[in-house]
């Protein structure tokens, strides 16, 4: 019987602990919503991050596991980012497919990785990274310029690769270089030029 009472006690005791965790994730995903459409900023914010991070790491002069591992994270982003939802090379799919020739009907480029969720992972390990930097066990001391070297030997046969595959299935995944359309004209301005 005592049991059950101490169990009631400990769960009466968490729920204004809960009530409260409940309330920051609201208030958490209402900013994160009403920061959606402010691109812009919401990368600023994140390169600022990034440099605090990299500052602290340069002051320390340690943590470069820890870096290694952030750079590894932020290639794979980078690879999901710039992959299409669908990919014909490795799902053969009836929906829609990146047209291979000229005659192929348009489809619009869908993203693997939305910018969004790849700004917020992108920001949320530069947090995490941050925070590790105050705990000495994740100091492993290592020969940085060798994570380094191999870090860059990694990108550049990973960006080959998918810059071999743009080129095969045709594909562009920034807006740059693009058309961009103006959209009917009004017909107000056709109206005056007959009542001339």
Not at 57 to 63: A, D, L, N, P, T
Not at 134 to 152: A, G
């Amino acid at each position: 019987m005592e049991g059950t009472g101490g169990s009631s006690a400990s769960a009466a005791a968490a729920q204004p602990v809960n009530q409260r965790l409940q309330e920051f994730s609201k208030l958490f995903q209402y900013y994160l919503d009403k920061s959606t459409p402010h691109s812009t900023y919401r990368w600023i914010g994140t390169f600022v991050i990034a440099s605090i991070y990299l500052l602290r790491v340069f002051y320390i002069q340690g943590f470069y596991i820890v870096s290694y591992g952030l750079g590894i994270y932020m290639l794979n982003l980078l690879i999901g980012f710039l992959s299409p939802l669908v990919d014909p090379e490795m799902e053969p799919s009836d929906g829609p497919l990146l047209p291979t020739k000229g005659s192929d009907e348009f489809k619009p480029f869908i993203r693997r990785l939305p910018e969004f969720k790849f700004w917020y992972s992108f920001t949320k390990a530069f947090l995490i990274a941050f925070l590790m930097t105050f705990f000495s066990v994740f100091d492993v001391p290592v020969f940085w310029p060798i994570l380094l070297c191999y870090w860059v030997v990694l990108f550049v046969l990973t960006m080959r690769r998918q810059i071999a595959h743009m080129i095969k299935y045709r594909y562009i995944p920034f807006n740059l270089g693009k058309q961009k359309y103006g959209g009917k004209k009004s017909s107000g301005s056709s109206i005056g030029s007959r009542a001339d």
